[in-house]
């Protein structure tokens, strides 16, 4: 009995040990990350950077303006969105209540290695084959564009989205479905009025997690988004050349003298992407409570 008791112990004390160590670890990263960041403004001010309108810090009149990198971010997740999430829910509902066993069977694993490939494969598929079909489709002087970065992110983005959200209809009670039947309610009426209100919960993790991964990737961008600096205009910005908060960390982090205005200024980039990313999964948070409270 002393040694059963023991065993629980200890694991207990094993599992507190690894919960306490992810807070740690991630209340470090903030530190490390908010420290360097807060130095930048000892030589700008925080105004100057969140609403500054370029981004030059190799010139002589330096400017760590975040306009440019925020609207490039947000024009191409934007995009990544409209194209990923209509499709992303459309394939779950499909596999998870249209398709033939087999048909469903057959196409889950090609989802799971879309998921797998690494984002530089996407980021040559979207050089060689994406920006030359852009480029000959609008006439533009070149394809790497806003526009090439949405429809990338959003291919990248469908397995997360297409998988969670088809876990999530499958989750729904069966009886809920024969209820439905069984009250006279066709197919398609009983799919788009009860089983996905009912997974909603689940669908909106999907989206917002498909929404970190775009938010989050660097190196697809940077090989088909044109990496230029300047705030895109609406809406014909979205086939112009942008840079994206990510891009702009990996292209000059490699190059930029430790302990400079403009390492401290990439730091803060990172720190408006952290931000962003908290409040993204705390909204996920909310919306999920506030449509699991309903179904119940």
């Avoid at 057959?106 to 598929?125: D, Q, R």
């Avoid at 291919?155 to 809920?176: G, K, Q």
Wanted: aromatic share 10%; net charge positive.
């Amino acid at each position: 009995m002393f040694s059963r008791n023991y065993k629980e112990k200890t694991i207990e004390s094993v599992l507190f040990s690894v919960s306490a160590l992810t807070v740690v670890i991630l209340f470090l990263i903030c530190l490390f990350l908010f420290r360097d960041s807060l130095l930048l403004f000892k030589a700008t001010s925080l105004l100057d950077f969140l609403t500054g309108k370029f981004w030059y810090p190799t010139s002589v009149n330096r400017q760590f303006g975040l306009l440019p990198l925020f609207f490039g971010s947000l024009i191409v997740t934007a995009g990544a969105i409209l194209f990923a999430v209509p499709l992303g829910i459309a394939a779950a509902i499909y596999i998870s209540e249209i398709a033939p066993p087999k048909v469903a069977d057959a196409l889950k694993p090609f989802i799971e290695i879309l998921a797998g490939i690494p984002s530089v494969v996407f980021g040559f598929f979207g050089l060689v084959i994406m920006v030359p079909a852009v480029q000959n489709i609008f006439n533009l002087p070149t394809g790497q564009t806003a526009l090439t970065g949405s429809i990338m992110l959003g291919i990248m983005a469908l397995p997360t989205i297409i998988t969670i959200s088809e876990d999530a209809i499958s989750s729904v009670p069966s009886t809920i479905k024969q209820g439905s039947l069984a009250l006279g309610a066709t197919r398609w009426q009983t799919i788009y009025k009860v089983i996905v209100p009912a997974a909603l919960s689940g669908i909106s993790a999907a989206v917002m997690l498909g929404i970190g991964r775009a938010i989050g990737e660097t190196m697809t961008l940077m090989m088909v988004t044109g990496n230029t600096a300047v705030i895109p205009s609406f809406p014909g910005g979205i086939l112009d050349p942008v840079r994206t908060m990510t891009a702009t960390i990996a292209l000059e982090m490699g190059e930029v003298p430790q302990g400079s205005a403009h390492f401290h200024a990439l730091f803060a980039v990172g720190s408006v992407l952290f931000i962003i990313t908290f409040l993204i999964n705390l909204i996920a948070d909310m919306v999920k409570k506030r449509y699991r409270f309903k179904v119940d």
